[in-house]
């Protein structure tokens, strides 16, 4: 009996040994496998940073030939929200996207009055009432938090053109407000913007945002759309012929207002480059603002990586 227990003891405590090194052979295991998996993100990472940053320098370039093209030549300003095509490219397995955009096409999120904001969101399929509240709650927001006053130096204001501080550093920083869900987020967004100095190009504009100027309900925004396709506007006075005759006169009435918040040319330009490693749930993405200046220059500023 006693030889027994002792086999059976031992029996046992081998049993426990075998248990506990397969244990601490999964953790291990376990271990290594998360020492690989987060070795393999932070390269993929690295290279996704690295190909949204050649992203950026080639949307940077194809402005750059835009803006050159244009000076050379005296050509007016296409009709379109984009100032260069837009590019898609891959590299070294990772695809890069990148798109220059007139930031003067969108509705500026720090300075548009709460009455050019809800027209926008019901533009873009919000329900009037809630477009109300939307609008409301991101002028509290605002006012909330204003960012302390700096003053500009007296060149970059008015040479570079750069766009003016505000609460929201970012149009996804709206889905802080309070109240403001996901997929309303996801419909106003790309009528939005942080970039430009407030005023709407009216040769670049898409309807619901030609619907927040003074003077402009929907009948006469897309007539504005249907003129430019043609032609694109040269001055305010060419607006006017262009509305419904039932328009024209809500224009008129209105027309101090239109004329300082409409514009016929890009000042800033937002350029965003994204870039996502194949088979890697990482993705790296750029965005810069392009001040331009006259001659067909600019100064690239606000440069956020994430």
Not at 17 to 44: F, K, P, T, Y
Not at 73 to 90: I, Q, S, V, Y
Not at 177 to 197: K, N, Q, W
Request: proline fraction near 6%; charge should be positive; hydrophobic fraction near 55%.
């Amino acid at each position: 009996m006693r030889l027994c227990d002792r086999r059976g003891f031992v029996l046992v405590a081998v049993l426990w040994v075998i248990v506990l090194g397969s244990a601490l052979a999964l953790e291990v295991h376990a271990g290594v496998r998360a020492d690989q998996r987060a070795a393999a993100n932070a390269r993929a990472s690295a290279r996704a940073k690295w190909a949204a940053r050649g992203g950026l320098a080639r949307a940077e370039d194809a402005l750059r030939a835009k803006l050159a093209a244009q000076s050379a030549t005296g050509a007016a300003p296409a009709a379109d929200t984009l100032l260069a095509p837009a590019l898609a490219a891959r590299l070294e397995e990772v695809a890069v996207t990148a798109r220059v955009t007139d930031a003067r096409a969108r509705v500026q999120l720090n300075l548009a009055g709460e009455g050019a904001l809800r027209e926008v969101f019901a533009a873009a399929g919000i329900a009037p009432e809630r477009a109300r509240e939307m609008a409301a709650a991101i002028v509290r927001w605002r006012l909330a938090h204003a960012p302390a006053f700096v003053p500009a130096a007296a060149d970059s204001a008015q040479t570079l053109r750069l766009p003016p501080r505000g609460a929201f550093a970012s149009v996804q920083a709206l889905r802080e407000v309070p109240g403001i869900g996901f997929a309303e987020y996801a419909r106003a967004a790309p009528y939005l913007t942080v970039a430009s100095d407030g005023r709407i190009n009216l040769n670049s504009a898409p309807v619901p945002v030609l619907r927040t100027l003074p003077g402009i309900g929907p009948d006469a925004a897309e007539a504005v759309a249907r003129r430019r396709a043609t032609a694109p506007f040269l001055s305010p006075y060419e607006v006017s012929a262009a509305l419904p005759r039932h328009e024209r006169s809500r224009l008129a009435g209105e027309m101090a207002a239109f004329l300082a918040a409409v514009a016929f040319s890009p000042a800033q330009a937002e350029l965003v480059a994204e870039a996502a490693p194949e088979g890697s749930p990482v993705r790296a993405r750029i965005r810069a603002v392009a001040a331009m200046g006259g001659a067909g220059k600019y100064v690239l500023v606000n440069v956020v990586e994430r």
